[in-house]
């Protein structure tokens, strides 16, 4: 189980990364009145996250890849009836930003 913050900036403030999944939330205890707060903001982002006209869904044929960012994308996966073989991976964003500062 990972645990980091549900918001992560970098070292000049700027968000970079939105981790919105309770399995990497990091454990927190706050003031009653702010962790209400927390909730309440978390579950208006749910709302906006969830809400389908704010969603691109698209069902990938087979031998088709789909790539993209995973700190800049909130993505997921709906139920699926029948047969399929999914494959993941994973690049570290280290190592692209290094190869991107290369060849700049």
């Known amino acids: 189980m990972?645990?980091?913050p549900v918001l992560r900036h970098d070292h000049t403030g700027q968000l970079v990364?939105?981790?919105f999944n309770n399995y990497d939330r990091a454990p927190f205890l706050?003031?009653?009145g702010e962790m209400i707060a927390f909730y309440d903001a978390l579950?208006?982002?749910d709302?906006?996250?969830n809400d389908p006209a704010m969603q691109w869904?698209?069902?990938?044929?087979p031998g088709e890849a789909l790539?993209?960012?995973?700190?800049?994308v909130l993505h997921g996966r709906f139920a699926y009836t029948g047969e399929r073989r999914l494959c993941?991976?994973?690049v570290n964003r280290e190592d692209v930003e290094s190869r991107l500062r290369q060849l700049l």
């Open 30 to 32: 706050l003031p009653e």
């Open 88 to 90: 993941g991976g994973y």
């Open 17 to 19: 990364q939105v981790s």
């Open 67 to 72: 790539l993209f960012d995973n700190w800049r």
């Open 43 to 45: 579950r208006a982002f």
């Open 47 to 49: 709302l906006i996250a």
């Open 57 to 61: 869904r698209h069902v990938l044929a």
């Open 2 to 4: 990972a645990a980091r």
